[in-house]
T-cell receptor
Framework: DTGVSQNPRHKITKRGQNVTFRCDPISEHNRLYWYRQTLGQGPEFLTY????????KSRLLSDRFSAERPKGSFSTLEIQRTEQGDSAMYLC?????????????FGPGTRLTVT | DAKTTQPPSMDCAEGRAANLPCNHS???????VYWYRQIHSQGPQYIIH???NNETNEMASLIITEDRKSSTLILPHATLRDTAVYYCIVSSSNTGKLIFGQGTTLQVKP
């Protein structure tokens, strides 16, 4: 257990439905990252927050995706009008940002299946 | 695209040292080399990082060549629980975002 939790762990939804995932980072970590991982591939960066500010979004993050981190604590990732291509593992990671290198602590992930 | 090249798979006998190579010939001066691993169905786990000097911690050692164009992760006494996909990543400290490649699948055999 890294101290980063994600809920739910599994989600099955029908195409066209909206889904929301939650990530609770390690409490003192000011940076939070979202990644997506499809079968047989390495994780792909989606977006990251420093405190409550969303500082970078990947071009993978289409308009159907939105992420928030109110008050710089937990974060949510919402996917609207899900498509079968959204089926993947969604990983959250947190770290202590700054001028020195730092490791990211990953949660167990939320596995999304779109039918 | 990932800035590193790793062999897709390697085998190692239990109890022996596992040496995982990584090429990062386009690494910039402010980029660190990170190693993470991912055991099946779990999130990635940080192992070690380095800039120029060799590094060692309780999990592994990291050897970086003088020109910084390649590195080797060493697991000194591999166990069956070290079977995982190992990712070598180069990243600056500005954003901290990690760009994962395909990694090396290490199979530790009894």
């Amino acid at each position: 257990d890294t101290g980063v939790s994600q809920n739910p762990r599994h989600k099955i939804t029908k195409r066209g439905q909206n889904v929301t995932f939650r990530c609770d980072p390690i409490s003192e970590h000011n940076r939070l990252y979202w990644y997506r991982q499809t079968l047989g591939q390495g994780p792909e960066f989606l977006t990251y927050f420093q405190n409550e500010a969303q500082l970078e979004k990947s071009r993978l993050l289409s308009d159907r995706f939105s992420a928030e981190r109110p008050k710089g604590s937990f974060s949510t990732l919402e996917i609207q009008r899900t498509e079968q291509g959204d089926s993947a593992m969604y990983l959250c990671a947190s770290s202590l940002g700054g001028h020195t290198p730092y490791e990211q602590y990953f949660g167990p992930g939320t596995r999304l299946t779109v039918t | 695209d990932a800035k590193t090249t790793q062999p897709p798979s390697m085998d190692c006998a239990e109890g022996r040292a596992a040496n995982l190579p990584c090429n990062h010939s386009t690494i910039s001066g402010n980029e660190y080399v990170y190693w993470y691993r991912q055991i099946h169905s779990q999130g990635p786990q940080y192992i070690i990082h380095g800039l120029k000097n060799n590094e060692t911690n309780e999990m592994a050692s990291l050897i970086i060549t003088e020109d910084r164009k390649s590195s080797t992760l060493i697991l000194p006494h591999a166990t069956l629980r070290d079977t995982a996909v190992y990712y070598c990543i180069v990243s600056s400290s500005n954003t901290g975002k990690l760009i994962f490649g395909q990694g090396t699948t290490l199979q530790v055999k009894p």
